[in-house]
């Protein structure tokens, strides 16, 4: 909401006490993406951790069968791109994808292929993983689903309040 604008209705964002994001009522084939309520705090980090859980999302169907196809997530942080050696897509603890590089020019990494059925209404939790290099300053690091555009659903829309943001590890 920008300031002085008039509330008419439910407003997601001013009845949100947990910041665990919004809920976007979701129909047919497409798909909602937001923040899980079991996204990881951030912390301190040694260098070359492994595994490093970073940012949980959720991926709802609406009332019609979906696939999710594909996620772009954006590192944020000062912190070179190659201080995270290899990025990985998790659901709970099956790996989904193999490790990715980030691109060092638009500092995203793409999963692509997902194919990641829903079945109707059906909610599922993804997680993102890193491997942290052993070179690099004591730098923030954080990820998110900056828009809509960032994800994709095989003949259905992407919605939900972006940027997913994950918290910030050092």
């Known amino acids: 909401l920008s ?10 964002e001013l009845s949100d006490a947990s910041q665990s994001g919004c809920e976007t009522v979701v129909e047919g084939g497409d798909v909602t993406v937001s923040l899980s309520s079991s996204t990881p705090a951030g912390a ?3 260098k070359q951790a492994n595994g490093l859980e970073v940012l949980r999302f959720n991926v709802r169907a609406g009332s019609e069968e979906a696939t999710f196809s594909e996620v772009a997530l954006k ?6 791109t190659s201080n995270v050696s290899k990025v990985y897509l998790y659901e709970g603890a099956e790996r989904l994808t ?19 059925d829903l079945d109707a209404n059906e909610t599922r939790t993804l997680s993102v993983r890193v491997q942290l290099a052993n070179t690099g300053a004591a730098d923030a690091v954080a990820f998110q689903i ?3 555009d960032d994800a994709s659903a095989m003949g ?3 919605m939900g309040n972006f940027p997913i943001q994950g918290n910030s590890f050092t």
């Open 3 to 12: 300031s002085g604008s008039s509330v008419t209705g439910y407003e997601c």
């Open 44 to 46: 301190l980090v040694p």
């Open 75 to 80: 590192m944020n942080g000062i912190g070179a």
């Open 98 to 116: 193999s490790g990715r590089t980030i691109n060092s020019s638009t500092r995203k990494v793409t999963f692509g292929s997902l194919g990641l």
């Open 146 to 148: 900056e828009n809509a």
């Open 156 to 158: 259905g829309s992407v």
